[in-house]
C-alpha cells in the first residue's frame, strides 16, 4: 500500500511540473504579443512625438497631442493624460470646439482607466453637451455609451440603461454611408 501512495504522489508531481512548463510557456507567449503590442504602442507614440516638434497649424497640434495621448494611455496614463490636457488648453485658446470636444472625450478615457469616474463623468456630460451642440448624431451616441460604461462603474445600473437605451433609439435614426461603423456602434452598445 505504501509503494502506491509514493507513486502516486510522485504521478501528482510529474503532472504539476508539467502543467506549470504548460503555464509558463502560455504566460511566456501572451507576454510576447503584449510586447508587441506595447511597442507598436511606443513607436506610434514617438513619431507623433516627434511630429509636435516640427511647426504645425494649431488645430494639427491639437490633433496630434489628442493622437498622442490615445496611443499612449494604456502603458502610460499619466503621461497621456498630461498631453491630453495640453490638447484641451490649445483647443480652447483658439476656440476649436472639435479639438475640445475630442480632449474632454480622451481625458474621461483616460480618467476611466484610472478609476477616476466621477471626474470622467464630469467630463464625458461636458463632451456630450458638445457634441449636441456641434449636432453630431455619432459624437452623442458614442458620449451616451461612454457616459452608461461609467455609471456601470459606479454601481448605477438604471442610469447605465437609460443611456445605453438613448443611443440605441440615436442609432436606429442615424444616417451614415458607413453602414460598417454604425454596426459598430450598435455593437457597442449590446456589447455594453
Known sequence: MQSLCINFIKFKTTTNHSFVKKTKFLFLILFFFISIHT???KYEADSIYH???RNMEDTL???ALRDLSVSMYTYSPDSALQFAYE???LAKKIKYKRGISNSKEIIAVILTRMGNYNKAL???IDNLKLEESMKSD???ICAKINIGIVYTYLLDYNKALENYLLADSLV???HTNDKEYK???RYSIKLN
Open 183 to 185: 454596426e459598430n456602434l
Open 61 to 63: 497640434r491639437v490633433k
Open 122 to 124: 464630469n467630463y464625458y
Open 39 to 41: 511597442y507598436a504602442d
Open 51 to 53: 511630429s509636435l516638434q
Open 138 to 140: 455619432d459624437g452623442i
Open 172 to 174: 436606429n435614426t442615424f
Open 87 to 89: 490638447a484641451l488648453f
